[in-house]
T-cell receptor, first 113, second 114 residues
Framework: DAGVTQSPTHLIKTRGQHVTLRCSPI?????VSWYQQVLGQGPQFIFQ???????GRGNFPDRFSARQFPNYSSELNVNALLLGDSALYLC????????????FGEGSRLTVL | AQSVSQHNHHVILSEAASLELGCNYS??????LFWYVQYPGQHLQLLLK??????LVKGIKGFEAEFIKSKFSFNLRKPSVQWSDTAEYFCAVIYGGSQGNLIFGKGTKLSVKP
């Protein structure tokens, strides 16, 4: 079975630009979560979606948004990029919304110049 | 604020040495506890989990962890490490009612010398 897939794997943007990151969950998983991992830190929760509805939101500014599509894939959007947004963005999927048993993708490494 | 603390940033051991990685969480209510591992060049994966019941839980590859409620701790242990255990280890907690919002510690990098 295919695991969680994320695209792109690496990207470079400049301050003020917009970025869209994409995630395909494991087949049968209806929940997708997004995490930001800054170098030297653990992953930090951004969003969780389950059955296309937002189920949780972390302490991130409104520049961060996400959505989940009918096929359970998901997009994370970040507007007006700042240097501090440079990080590894992880997508994780799970069967249900209230579990910590997450299956992570390889991540999308964003560099903001 | 809800948080998770991992006491060691980098641990270096020789093969066959015993391992214990510390993890403490800040909240006294209902928690679900996890250890995740990230091997070099690989994605994060679940090592073991605690929801309820026996506070000593066993995971993959000979790892175990003990939940001590009175100490708000969930330390990871392995009696004898191998070179292949070289990885970064993350403790994570879900606090009651917070759905799938995992709160991670900063991670402990384990280097095992052959």
């Amino acid at each position: 079975d295919a695991g969680v897939t994320q695209s792109p794997t690496h990207l470079i943007k400049t301050r003020g630009q917009h970025v869209t990151l994409r995630c395909s969950p494991i087949s049968g998983h209806k929940s997708v979560s997004w995490y930001q991992q800054v170098l030297g830190q653990g992953p930090q929760f951004i969003f969780q979606y389950y059955e296309k509805e937002e189920r949780g939101r972390g302490n991130f500014p409104d520049r961060f948004s996400a959505r989940q599509f009918p096929n359970y894939s998901s997009e994370l959007n970040v507007n007006a990029l700042l240097l501090g947004d440079s990080a590894l963005y992880l997508c994780a999927s799970s069967r249900s919304s209230n579990t910590g048993e997450l299956f992570f993708g390889e991540g999308s490494r964003l560099t903001v110049l | 604020a809800q948080s998770v603390s991992q006491h060691n940033h980098h641990v270096i051991l020789s093969e066959a040495a015993s391992l214990e990685l510390g993890c403490n969480y800040s909240y006294g209510g209902t928690v679900n506890l996890f250890w995740y591992v990230q091997y070099p060049g690989q994605h994060l994966q679940l090592l073991l989990k605690y929801f309820s019941g026996d506070p000593l839980v066993k995971g993959i590859k000979g790892f175990e962890a003990e939940f001590i409620k009175s100490k708000f701790s969930f330390n990871l242990r392995k009696p004898s490490v191998q070179w292949s255990d070289t990885a970064e280890y993350f403790c994570a907690v879900i606090y009651g009612g917070s759905q799938g919002n995992l709160i991670f510690g900063k991670g402990t990098k384990l280097s095992v010398k052959p």
